[in-house]
């Protein structure tokens, strides 16, 4: 009997100088797509972050109120770590971003700001792979991205950017979605596995919240891991899998 052919991931395309990631919550991108995001800064590319919360619901054991401040600070030295130097918040609410007109404008505004020719977000599918749930701010937060790179090009949606001084940006040529079930392309990790696995041990906080694991050691495992998942479909070399929506 003949195995089934698997279908090989494509390299992400590298027509572009500028992406904006956005994503939910702190430690969204760095448990997803940080070793890509290290290689691009080293090769002179700019990415921006904005994150739609500060993670401020994430741990049991910590008020809010102490929480968000905390998780803000080790975004922003996790961001550090990957070459990233410009980390925005949008404010919303953890734990309860709502899809809808708001969050698509602030995501568009967002857009005008920056730019970008790549967007980058998280998995905005019902589940991880079918067999995990996820969590609505992923799913808001993702949803409301893929919408928004369209919003940011049209001047009669929110017109009220354009009066702000933020003009339209038809410039978004792929939004690339990390941890879908349906990846379509990737980028080699590991130029940048070390800085990623850096970048993620700077969540220490939320990490020893979750785990009694040595941080480190659940680091390195999870992030090895996730890279070797989709190095049979990319050359054998482990790598960040993407799922890509062209524009």
């Known amino acids: 009997m003949t195995e089934p052919k698997i279908t090989q991931l494509q390299p992400l395309p ?4 500028r992406a904006l990631a956005v994503v939910a919550h ?13 290689a691009w800064t080293d090769a002179g590319r700019e990415v921006a972050y904005v994150l739609a919360t500060r993670g401020e619901a994430g741990i049991d054991t910590l008020d809010p109120a102490v929480c968000g401040p905390l998780r803000e600070r080790e975004q922003r030295a996790s961001a550090a770590a990957v070459g990233v130097t410009t980390v925005e918040f949008l404010d919303h609410r953890d734990g309860v971003i709502e899809y809808g007109l708001a969050l698509r404008r602030d995501i568009a505004a967002a857009i005008r700001r920056h730019r970008p020719e790549l967007v980058l977000t998280l998995n905005h599918r019902d589940t991880w792979g079918g067999v995990a749930w ?5 799913v808001a937060v993702g ?5 928004a790179a369209a919003d940011a090009g049209n001047r009669w949606i929110f017109p009220e950017l354009a009066e702000q001084g933020l003009e339209p940006w038809n410039g978004v040529r792929r939004v690339a979605v990390a941890g879908s079930s349906s990846p379509t392309h990737a980028v080699d990790a590991t130029p940048g596995l070390e ?10 906080t939320y990490i020893e919240a979750l785990t009694k694991q040595d941080p480190e050691t659940y680091v390195r495992d999870f992030l090895t891991a996730s890279t070797q998942g989709a190095a049979e479909r990319f050359g054998g070399k482990p790598a960040v899998a993407f799922e890509v929506f062209s524009r």
């Open 14 to 17: 590298d027509d572009w100088q």
């Open 143 to 147: 949803r409301a991205t893929l919408d």
């Open 26 to 38: 702190p430690d969204d991108l760095e448990y997803g797509c940080s070793a890509a995001i290290a």
């Open 134 to 138: 996820n969590t609505p701010d992923h």
């Open 195 to 204: 800085r990623a696995v850096r970048s993620l041990l700077e969540h220490r």
